[in-house]
Structure formats: C-alpha cells, structure tokens
Nanobody
Framework: EVQLVESGGGLVQAGGSLRLSCAAA????????IGWFRQAPGKEREGVSC????????YYADSVKGRFTISSDNAKNTVYLQMNNLKPEDTAVYYC????????????????????????WGQGTQVTVSS
C-alpha cells in the first residue's frame, strides 16, 4: 500500500519559514515524481513545486520562485519543501502527490495543465501565515 505522509505545517508570522516533509512508503521512490500542491478556502488547488526524483528536474509556481525550495532525499524516501519569507497568501492546506509519469507530472500537471495527475495523495498539512 502506497502512503504519503505530510508534516511540518503550522502557524507562522509573515516573513517566517517552515519546512514541509512528504514521507513516501510502498513505492519505488526513484520511479516517481513528487509534488506539492495547495488549496486555500474558496480557491482551486494549484501546483506549488514538483520534482522528478531521478532527474531532479523541478518546477516552481511563479508565486513561490525565489522563496520556496524543493528537495528530495532518496535515501529517506522523503521530499521537502523549504518555505521562506512566507506571506499571508501562502495560507492553505498543502498536499503532496506522487506520480510515475515523472516528466509529464512535473512539466505539465504541476504547472496546471491537464486534469489528471498524481496517482497518490497525502492527507494534507495546514499552513497558516499571519500578517
């Protein structure tokens, strides 16, 4: 059984930092791309950042470029999202997702193209940024 478990969310003041973790089990980590998505109340889910665990190709949404960094530790089967200089508009539930269609997932689905992506999803972790 594949499991993705997110952790690291919380409440932080604007300008602060958080590091999210997505621990994967039950899959061959190198065969997947993993991405972070977020959904704020009343808004559609959007791709934040994704990484191909083999080629290390990454995607970042324009709204987080220069502030967020995604990384992958294949030895720990874990993907991290370091979030710096957080803003109130970053407030959302953050989900991680895994997909074996690595490059299409990173290049297209993460960027908001296409309606299907992410074979497996975590339960989400709340990030709240106060002003």
């Amino acid at each position: 059984e594949v499991q993705l478990v997110e952790s690291g969310g919380g409440l932080v003041q604007a300008g602060g930092s958080l590091r999210l973790s997505c621990a994967a089990a039950g899959l061959i980590f190198d065969d997947y791309a993993i991405g972070w998505f977020r959904q704020a109340p009343g808004k559609e889910r959007e791709g934040v950042s994704c990484i191909d665990n083999t080629d290390r190709i990454t995607y970042y949404a324009d709204s987080v470029k220069g502030r967020f960094t995604i990384s992958s530790d294949n030895a720990k089967n874990t993907v991290y999202l370091q979030m710096n200089n957080l803003k109130p508009e970053d407030t959302a539930v953050y989900y991680c997702a895994a997909d074996p269609r690595r490059r299409p997932f990173v290049d297209y689905y993460c960027a908001g193209y296409g309606s299907s992506g992410g074979d497996y999803w975590g339960q989400g972790t709340q990030v709240t940024v106060s002003s």
